[in-house]
């Protein structure tokens, strides 16, 4: 089970932390991943991680900007946000998966109900 947390409000250019909080012992062995959606458009990627955190990728639009962790010791993932822009407003969501992961929704298997950040211009 996930659990998503840390939206708020921000204004155009800050920084926010969304956590993922999972349940089970099985969380070091999942590949984690964020995405986003926007009201009125498809849920989109935003980031991703591997199970040991080795290696992660990030869609074109948060790269440079996001970034994504994991404390396995802790069964959390985290998205650090920073510069954000108004553009970054939706709701919020972490996934996982045994499988390496990837950038298709279809590609995770478990899904925590989202967080809502909104981006003040």
């Known amino acids: 089970q996930l659990q998503a947390s840390g939206g708020g409000l921000v204004q155009a250019g800050g920084s926010l932390r969304v956590s993922c909080a999972a349940s089970?012992?099985?969380?070091?062995?999942?590949?984690v991943g964020w995405f986003r959606q926007a009201p009125g458009k498809e849920r989109e990627f935003v980031a991703a991680?591997?199970?040991?955190?080795?290696?992660?990728y990030y869609a074109d639009s948060v790269k440079g900007r996001f970034t994504i962790s994991r404390d396995n010791a802790k069964n959390r993932a985290y998205l650090q946000m920073n510069s954000l822009k108004p553009e970054d407003t939706a709701v919020y969501y972490c996934?996982?998966?045994?499988?390496?992961?990837?950038?298709?929704?279809?590609?995770?298997?478990?899904w925590g109900q989202g967080t809502l950040v909104t981006v003040s211009s």
């Open positions: 089970g012992r099985t969380f070091s062995s999942y590949a």
């Open positions: 996934a996982a998966d045994p499988s390496y992961g990837g950038r298709g929704k279809d590609e995770y298997g478990y």
């Open positions: 991680i591997i199970w040991s955190g080795g290696s992660a």
